[in-house]
């Protein structure tokens, strides 16, 4: 394991902002952070960055005890969640200082800028100052600047806070390379649920600074909390046939016209029933051609929204 | 899998100093303040040499005078950069990317004292022209120059640790800039108290406490009083206390409470 974190909690006087934080995560691992505003995900990554010190509780990251800050700082990342950057550097400055900064000389820490400007994609603007650069091209220079040292874990908060849906793809597909090219581990602080889903392969939950929930994307997702609902599309023509063969199924509670699409139809299941089969039955029973069929709380989202309390 | 980081061998405060003197003087503060300080004392250069022709202002007086301002300036602009340093990267956001560094809080410190202090050499290095043009003929250039460099330099290292002590606590760069000016503010107080304030046992007494006040004091025996360098150096007593005590402090205090929010230790 790279990261272990056994009971941590971290107080600010009478605030506790991470309660029994306790989780792994394995090498080569992307660990998808979530959690609602507030919910301590940056206050346990300072935790875990070695920036603030744990209240109680112990970890270990890269294998290194937490007793041991500067050893853990040498072997991990870090995007922080509101980095700045020093305007009146040049890009190929700063990484370069960075570089100096764990101990590579002037020559190694100008091959390791280059390399890791054109991993990011800022070779070309590598000599203009960071004042020019966009927030997207920031994100990526600090990235760059969390891979310098070669790290073990890499930890990102909030990577695409605030950009476009192009930067956020660029950023995604970083992080997909870090862990599978560079084998490093990573924790991905995000609220894009979506971009967790395709990217993550594991996923941890924080709600009030606890762990409301860990494990892979479908097993969270399974667990998301009654009641479901479906939403189904047919033919326009076989609305009223389909409303019918679903108002007989045992789990369903309603079955109605939804708004949007034409031929769009919202069931809500009977508490304790987890799938639809019954109805998808009968419309077939009824010869409907059924178009589109979607069970919803078993997406992420959902888990998401019934965890945190949010729904 | 990624390596580790191979162990650092040398150690970083030179690689942090580096860093801020390319912050400082190159597009930083660095050269406009500097070319003010210089503005500063081609004036007060002009009128002390305009005075000394009507026979208004003795030429030691006006050597000692241009030194003095140079002095208490250069050792102020010390201040100024150092109150900047902690607060100012906290402001900005970027020191939580130098805290996450193996770099130690000492390293650090001891980095940003360094660069603020090249303030002060880039002061002295603008007064000596000016102490050369007002002290030529009377044989004063030299032991002038050198007791500016030895009193301004235990200034200088006094006021930018204190200026850096404010700056580990300060949440706000607004913050430390104020408190080191208030600071600044009421060292220079007893400068501007009633002659009569200034004589007797509790006037001197003040004057010798005064870091700021005790080393002009002593400056001004050397070059307008032609004062052996031995006969008043007990006045360089606070100076040197200042120098030590607050640089020593702010480097405990860098080591030990550098946080990433700023706030009281505890």
Redesign the interface.
Known sequence: MTVVANGVRKEYGPVVAVEDLTFTAR??EILGVLGPNGAGKTTAI?VL????APTRGTFSV?GVPHARP??I????G?L?E?????G??TGD?YLR??A????RNRTEAAEATRALLGEVGLHERRRSLISTYSRGMRQRLGIA?ALI????VVFLDEPTLGLDPAGQREVLGLVGRIANE???TVLLSTHLLAEVEEACSRVLILNRGRVAAEGTVAEIARRAAAPRSARLRVPPEWMEEALRALAGAPEVATAARADGQPGSIAVRLLEGHESLNGGIGALATAGVPLLAFELEGARLNDAFLAMTGTR | MASVARARPRPAWPIVAGQELRDLWLGGRGLPLSLAFSALLSILSYLVATNRSLNFLEQHESVNLTLQVAIAVGAMLTLLAAADALSGERERGTLETLLLTPVSRLELTIGKLLGALTLWVAALLITMPYIWFLGRGIGIVGDALAVGALVGSLLAVFLASLGLLVSVFAGSNRVSLSLSLLVLLALFAPTQFPAGAQQGWAGELLQRLNPLTAGEHYVGKIVVDRHPWSDDVSWLASPLVAAVVFGLAALVAGARFIRLDGGPPG
């Open positions: 090498p080569g300072r960055t070695t920036i603030l890269a500067a050893e700082r040498r072997r991990i870090v922080p509101s980095a700045g950057y020093p009146r550097q400055e200082y960075h100096r900064l764990y101990g600047r040292n070669d790290p073990q560079r084998g490093a």
